[in-house]
T-cell receptor
């Protein structure tokens, strides 16, 4: 069964450094998402992306965050200047259609540790 | 009041038991309700999806939605040790509006031999 692939599985970085988290969504999917889960807390929406632009973003997704689909297969999340509170699991998800009845398929996440 | 509330557990049951997992929510705009299963160090995996009030059954899993009470449930029959995981409820508003999912905190389930 096709799946969403995320790399790396674990990223350690120093505060203030830039990180790029990478995702390969399912090949025929058109809508892409990033969610994050701080340890012990709920999964939170960050951003949705369609047709090479952001569809919606949460208040968490401030100017330090950006997303890009640099080619036909990858979808990236960049954090420009990481903070300690950015430490979390970051999940990429994709769906074929935007409709509310279209299920999201999640990757296994990248654990980001900011020291 | 949190938008979605879910008892974090842990919930420990013997193999073969019926498990009941629940979420309550405050936003009456939610129309689509999902249950995800999350194993340790893995991403959420969709288990059940329901629209509006009613029941949906899939194998050992039954999802119930009661919109009048703003209450959703997931029942697992004949629970197995492989069902040990964290179960997340999630919900979203109707089509044409925000596509984001709002999650509960998850309930950790342990099925023992």
């Amino acid at each position: 069964e096709p799946e969403v692939t995320q790399t790396p599985s674990h990223q350690v970085t120093q505060m203030g450094q830039e990180v790029i988290l990478r995702c390969v969504p399912i090949s025929n999917h058109l809508y892409f998402y990033w969610y994050r889960q701080i340890l012990g807390q709920k999964v939170e929406f960050l951003v949705s992306f369609y047709n090479n632009e952001i569809s919606e973003k949460s208040e968490i997704f401030d100017d330090q965050f950006s997303v890009e689909r640099p080619d036909g297969s990858n979808f990236t999340l960049k954090i420009r200047s990481t903070k300690l509170e950015d430490s979390a699991m970051y999940f990429c998800a994709s769906t074929r259609e935007r409709g509310a009845d279209s299920p999201l398929h999640f990757g296994n996440g990248t654990r980001l540790t900011v020291t | 009041q949190k938008e979605v509330e879910q008892d974090p557990g842990p919930l420990s049951v013997p193999e073969g038991a019926i498990v009941s997992l629940n979420c309550t929510y405050s936003n009456s705009a939610f129309q689509y309700f999902m249950w995800y299963r999350q194993y340790s160090r893995k991403g959420p995996e969709l288990l059940m999806y329901t629209y509006s009030s009613g029941n949906k059954e899939d194998g050992r899993f039954t999802a119930q939605v009661d919109k009048s009470s703003k209450y959703i449930s997931l029942f697992i029959r004949d629970s197995q040790p492989s069902d040990s995981a964290t179960y997340l409820c999630a919900m979203r508003r109707g089509p044409g509006t925000a596509s984001k999912l709002t999650f509960g905190t998850g309930t950790r389930l342990q099925v023992t031999l």
